[in-house]
């Protein structure tokens, strides 16, 4: 039996001193974040599934194999998400199977875009010992005759992650409970005490960052840096980068510090499913022995918009491309249009009945300052809705775009303001498309327009139930594009 504790120990200081952690060890976290930090649970705009399997020292019997199955996806607002994983992890005599649930919230920080998420993940732990494969000179040894032992407790990992243009870093600490393990059926020979399995506080840092090389999105380099740091073992960190082309396909390097220099390729097939494989190239001492390390991700996503289709960005880049080219000539034709609206309306003497009465547009949309006008005389309306529609003057947006633009944000927090001052005002936000698409495309994103703005005014303080939204689709009521691809609101009640 001393001979089995001391085997025991061995193969735990073993594992401990040669991954400085005790979570298993995955190549793909550079695309599956969610595998270390709970706070990046639901951060896409989709779902996704993923399945990893990695063989390690494949040249070693008994070598450690693991494999992880995460789901995760966001809420209804995008500002928070759930995620499940479970994973199985086999180092010899040593089997550790765990489970966790996670749960991540949002903040908006600032009108720049900044985001700080908080996530949180709570689970069980299993670990047991496996004898099957020790020869013992007494195989009536009690305890080798059970030849399963295991023990199961609490497991908790807190994570927290910073996101601006483009640029993550986040932290997670698994383990954060810093519990024990009893094995119950194995006890110390001289002191007769229950042989304990400590599991200790890990700490893994990560940032990265996404590059637009030739800014169409078409191809993308992504580097990354991760540190893995537990106490009283050494730190290892990993250096990455991936070239990226159109998240289609994807191929790179990452160097393990004392441990190995990886090599990586992934491809999206029929859209939706992913593929991803790495190898490890050993690079310590001892790997005339250990070889390298096969790991092989399969996933699935679901959901989000229809620009997360890469074949459908593509099918629009080319138009994209087009549009943007011209639209500095059609604006300045449409400023020229514009300045002389007044000249042509006073000529145009003989207007056919199915031309649009401008004089009509122009008396039922009213600009921002004659809402601020009309809130300050009292005179929005009696109580059931106005029914007038009030344009911003800034809020535009870019050609296939959805993002609240800087300049936009004083309206729309003076707009904030009203509206928290009076909770029974409510009001519907209308998006616009120019005529430029399809008619389906542009009811599309029109529709995330009006989604944008509610979002934003929710975000600072105002009611859900206070707002409606509503894409009209393409319009051509205004003589420039910029001014057609707007959000306006219309005074539903009060």
């Keep these: 039996m001393k001979k089995v504790l001391i085997f025991i120990a061995f193969v735990v200081l073993g594992l401990t001193q040669a991954f400085a952690q005790q979570v298993p060890m995955y190549s793909h976290y550079y695309y599956n974040q969610f595998l270390y ?175 637009d090389i030739k800014g169409d999105e078409t191809w993308f380099l992504q580097p990354n840096a991760l540190l893995r740091y537990t106490p009283n073992t050494p730190a290892q960190y990993d250096i990455s980068a991936m070239l990226n082309y159109q998240d289609k396909y994807w191929i790179g390097g990452m160097f393990r510090s004392a441990y190995a220099v990886t090599a990586a390729a992934g491809l999206r097939l029929a859209d939706q499913f992913v593929a991803g494989y790495a190898y490890d190239i050993s690079v310590h001492k001892v790997s005339e022995y250990t070889k390298g390390a096969h790991e092989v991700m399969l996933g699935y996503q679901w959901g989000g918009s229809p620009m997360d289709d890469p074949d459908l960005k593509k099918k629009f880049k080319d138009i994209d491309d087009k549009l943007n080219k011209e639209d500095k000539d059609i604006d300045s034709l449409g400023n020229e249009i514009k300045k002389n609206r007044k000249d042509i309306d006073k000529n145009t003497d003989d207007i056919d009945d199915n031309d649009v009465d401008i004089d009509e547009i122009n008396d039922k949309i009213k600009t921002f300052e004659q809402f601020m006008q009309d809130y300050k005389d009292g005179k929005l309306g009696s109580g059931s809705g106005s029914g007038k529609v009030y344009t911003f003057n800034n809020v535009y947006f870019a050609t296939n775009k959805w993002d609240i633009r800087t300049e936009a944000r004083a309206e729309l927090d003076n707009l904030v303001t009203i509206l928290k001052d009076n909770p029974n005002l409510k009001i519907e936000v209308a998006g616009h498309a120019d005529q430029r698409g399809s008619a389906s495309y542009n009811q599309w994103l029109s529709n995330k327009r009006s989604v944008a703005v509610r979002d934003y005014l929710i975000s600072n303080g105002v009611t859900a139930s206070q707002l409606e939204v509503k894409g009209y689709g393409e319009d051509s009521s205004f003589p420039t594009l910029d001014e057609n691809r707007r959000v306006e609101f219309k005074i539903i009640s009060e």
Aim: no cysteine.
């Design 37 to 211: 930090n709970p706070a990046m649970a639901g951060s896409k705009s989709y779902g996704q599934v993923y399945l990893i399997n990695r063989n390690q020292w494949f040249n070693i019997p008994g070598a450690p194999q693991t494999q992880a199955l995460t789901i995760d996806g966001p809420l209804r607002n995008n500002n928070a998400g759930l995620g499940l994983g479970v994973y199985r992890d086999v180092a010899g005599q040593f089997n550790i199977t765990g489970g966790t649930a996670a749960y991540r919230y949002t903040l908006n920080l600032g009108n720049s875009g900044q985001k700080l998420s908080f996530g949180l993940a709570l689970g069980v732990l299993n670990n047991r010992i496996d004898l099957n494969d020790i020869s013992v000179q007494n195989p009536l040894d009690p305890v080798t005759a059970a030849t399963y032992q295991g023990a199961t407790g609490f497991d908790a990992n807190m994570g927290v992650n910073y996101e601006v243009n483009n640029f993550n870093i986040g932290l997670a600490v698994p383990q954060i409970l810093g519990g024990e393990l009893a094995y119950d059926a194995i006890k110390n020979t001289v002191t007769d005490q229950v042989v304990r399995y400590g599991m200790a506080r890990q700490f893994v840092l990560n940032a990265g960052y996404n590059w």
